[in-house]
């Protein structure tokens, strides 16, 4: 019985604690990084080629650094990606949101893979030109 009220306390206490550092990481200064020069990739289909501008957000800002000196390899990712799709399909608004969140999925691959830290929470197009 004992065991178990000491359970029930120690859960009791911790979980706030927990939710702290949720609300923290949400309610922290997002912080931008723009991908620059503008990427832009001949497409596999539905259009000749494609121009795109990026913006990287981060809520922890001191991952920021992190994402500028691996810009190379996130744009290489990016351009990857970009060259295997439909034009067709980039030109809807379903068909760009669809592929931004294969982006933002592959970018946090990319950082995840060389820091092993979770620092991108968003990736946001600026421009996004299909001819």
Do not use: W
């Not at 001949?42 to 913006?55: A, E, H, T, Y």
């Not at 957000?57 to 001191?62: K, N, V």
């Not at 351009?79 to 946090?108: C, H, M, N, Y």
């Amino acid at each position: 019985m004992r065991f178990a009220l000491y359970t029930l306390l120690s859960v009791i206490l911790i979980l706030p604690c927990y939710s702290y550092a949720e609300e923290d990481e949400a309610s922290a200064k997002p912080s931008y990084f723009s991908l620059e020069p503008s990427i832009v990739v001949n497409l596999r289909s539905g259009g000749k080629f494609c121009r795109v501008d990026i913006q990287i957000m981060t809520r922890d800002e001191e991952q920021l650094e992190n994402i500028k000196l691996h810009a190379p390899a996130i744009r290489h990712e990016l351009i990857l990606l970009l060259s295997d799709q439909d034009g067709r399909k980039l030109k809807t608004p379903s068909g760009k949101e669809a592929f931004r969140k294969v982006a933002l999925t592959a970018a946090q691959g990319v950082i995840k893979e060389l820091t092993g830290v979770d620092s991108i929470n968003e990736l946001y197009f600026t421009s996004f030109f299909v001819q």
